[in-house]
């Protein structure tokens, strides 16, 4: 098992920043790809953004490509998520979620075998 806790959401204007982090413990933290996804009211769960076990492939969902970056820390077992540049539009709760899939980038949400509680960020514009 993973256990995953996220933090770092709120209440921010547009153009603001905010980061996210997410704190995995339970299993090796490196063995593991991380993702960012986000649900906004009424609407279904969406892919934000990835990153594979060696820290250094990542990929963006295009209505954040540019503003977001991913990165982790494996040896703080962390993963975050630097958000800039915000829009109303990124109002959503965010989750971070782990797969052990390996080899190659998957955005799928189905592929991801642990997920947090997600954390509220509320964009005022």
């Known amino acids: 098992q993973v256990q995953l806790v996220e933090s770092g959401g709120g209440l921010v204007q547009a153009g603001g920043s905010l980061r996210l982090s997410c704190a995995a413990s339970?299993?090796?933290?490196?063995?593991?790809?991380m993702g960012w996804f986000r649900q906004a009211p009424g609407k279904e769960r969406e892919f934000v953004a990835t990153?594979?076990?060696?820290?250094?492939?990542?990929y963006y969902a295009e209505s954040v490509r540019g503003r977001f970056t991913i990165s982790r820390d494996n040896a703080k077992n962390t993963v975050y998520l630097q958000m800039n540049s915000l829009k109303p539009e990124d109002t959503a709760v965010y989750y971070c979620?782990?797969?052990?899939?390996?080899?190659?980038?998957?955005?799928?949400?189905?592929?991801?075998?642990?997920w947090g509680r997600g954390t509220q960020v509320t964009v005022s514009s």
């Open positions: 979620a782990a797969t052990g899939f390996r080899g190659a980038i998957t955005t799928t949400a189905g592929t991801y075998n642990y």
């Open positions: 339970g299993r090796t933290f490196s063995n593991y790809a």
């Open positions: 990153i594979m076990q060696n820290g250094e492939t990542t």
